[in-house]
């Protein structure tokens, strides 16, 4: 099939670059000609792992391609994705941003010839896919076209396995021929045997913020149940082990930390808490997860103060990861930028190493320093702080750390390490709702 993204973002470039390794013929646009002119020289502009060859394959092999010409994109496509990005509102309400989703829609709409699908693959407000659909009527009437939604489950650091091998792949789809087309569209995973869930566009929606606002509070939930942990004495690790071997429950995402981060639960529990608001409803589970997970935060605040004998003023903190989660560059709604700035604003010195996020950091924090390894961050520290769990901090030399700590404290918010042994290293070792 002859296959057209919109947006060139993270959703975007990675969906492109999938489908054109299914053997559909893929052009990936965007507005930006910067970041066109860099991917057609090969560079990508975020760090996702196995992207950068897949798209050089999928190139090479003339089956993807990069363009700024909303025309000759969309001209000849007999499916147009809109992957454009969904900001929350400047005005900080919640509300996703449609704008962009708005001006696809519009200046697509012109250029559409002959039966075309158009699949909404941006995490979207209920009601939208019916907006797109109106917004392309408007613009050209004589359009033959249908309103796909199609969400995307993509986890950042895993997303070309997500798409490769999804859990289910969700169509809200209200015509024959608009199912029959993404069926060829998704053929080798049908060949897979994957579920497909097949129901009306605000079903679709739906399920996404579903999705998602689940695992967020999940989450939340064993946030809380740490902090219980810590009050009566009682170890997150054992228990989040028990609690998950509950098939009903699952052990996935019961893992404490310093809360959840990144381009999507933020963004889409408020989203969602805004879609029931506005229908009049109450959405108190969600509520309290995103309520939870900004105490989580703070609570992490305190934390370090506490472990610095409550107060960090003059002291050197060593911050260990800046992304949301490993494996990405990703800086977006990150725990750390919530944990760290109080630290520097009440006079620590903040030392940091990210493996991939340093350069973004340091345009948005000047003021820390930014150091080479692990090991110089934790030169002269008062604390190291474990933010992010990247392999590479899974395995310290823990008598390097020490030899180079002004004070053995390691305060690790993803509990990588085991308490018993990090005191037979000598260390006076803080973690989550493990005592
Ligand atoms: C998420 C969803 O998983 C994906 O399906 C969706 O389409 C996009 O949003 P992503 O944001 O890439 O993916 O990251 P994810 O792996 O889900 O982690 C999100 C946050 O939750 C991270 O900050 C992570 O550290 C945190 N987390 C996750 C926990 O604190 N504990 C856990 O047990 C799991």
Redesign the pocket.
């Known amino acids: 099939m002859r296959i057209t993204m919109i947006g060139t973002g993270y959703v975007g470039l990675v969906t492109g670059a999938c489908l054109a390794e299914f053997g559909h013929q893929v052009i990936c646009m965007d507005k930006d000609e910067a970041k066109i002119a860099a991917l057609r020289e090969g560079g990508i502009p975020i760090y996702e792992p196995g992207l950068d060859a897949l798209v050089a394959k999928n190139v090479r092999e003339g089956r993807l391609a990069f363009s700024t010409e909303m025309a000759e994109a969309v001209g000849a496509a007999q499916a147009v994705f809109i992957a454009v990005g969904t900001p929350s509102s400047r005005r900080g309400d919640g509300y996703a941003d449609l704008t962009y989703i708005h001006a696809a829609a519009r200046e697509l709409a012109v250029h559409l010839t002959g039966y075309t699908v158009v699949v909404d693959k941006s995490?979207v407000p209920v009601g939208t896919a019916r907006q797109v659909a109106r917004i392309i009527r408007e613009a050209n009437s004589a359009a033959d076209f249908d309103v796909v939604s199609n969400?995307?489950?993509?986890?950042?650091?895993?997303?070309i396995n997500?798409f490769m091998r999804p859990d289910r792949v969700v169509l809200g789809a209200e015509s024959e021929r608009a199912i029959a087309a993404m069926k060829e569209l998704y053929d080798p995973l049908y060949l897979l045997s994957t579920p497909f869930v097949t129901t009306n566009l605000e079903t679709a929606e739906l399920i996404?913020y579903a999705?998602?606002a689940f695992?967020?509070v999940?989450?939340s939930f064993?946030?809380e149940m740490a902090t219980i942990c810590e009050a009566v004495g009682a170890d997150v690790k054992d228990l989040a082990k028990a609690v998950g071997l509950d098939g009903r429950i699952g052990r996935?995402?019961?893992?404490?930390?310093?809360?959840?981060?990144?381009?999507?639960?933020p963004k889409?529990t408020l989203a969602l808490l805004r879609v029931a608001q506005e229908h009049g409803v109450a959405a108190r589970i969600v509520e309290a997860g995103v309520e939870v997970n900004a105490a989580q935060k703070a609570r992490m605040v305190k934390k370090i103060r506490d472990a610095l004998g409550g107060s960090e003023a003059g002291k050197t903190v060593a911050a260990l990861g800046l992304t949301?989660?490993p494996e990405?560059d990703?800086l977006r709604?990150?725990?750390a930028l919530t944990i760290l700035p109080p630290l520097f604003e009440k006079g620590a010195r903040i030392q940091i190493h990210d493996p991939q996020a340093m350069p973004q950091a340091a345009s948005m924090f000047p003021h820390f320093h930014y150091t080479s390894s692990a090991y110089e961050a934790c030169q002269g520290a008062d604390a190291v702080v474990l933010l992010?769990?990247w392999n590479q901090y899974r395995a310290l030399d823990l008598a390097k750390i020490k030899a180079a700590m002004k004070s053995p404290l390691f305060i690790d918010l993803?509990n990588v390490y085991e308490p018993a042994k990090m005191r037979e290293a000598g260390f006076t070792y803080v973690c989550v709702g493990r005592n």
């Open positions: 995490t969400p995307e489950f993509l986890r950042e650091g895993a997303a997500d996404k999705a998602n695992l967020a999940k989450i064993i946030n996935k995402f019961l893992h404490p930390g310093p809360g959840y981060g990144g381009s999507c639960f889409d949301f989660k990405t990703d709604d990150s725990p992010t769990e993803r």
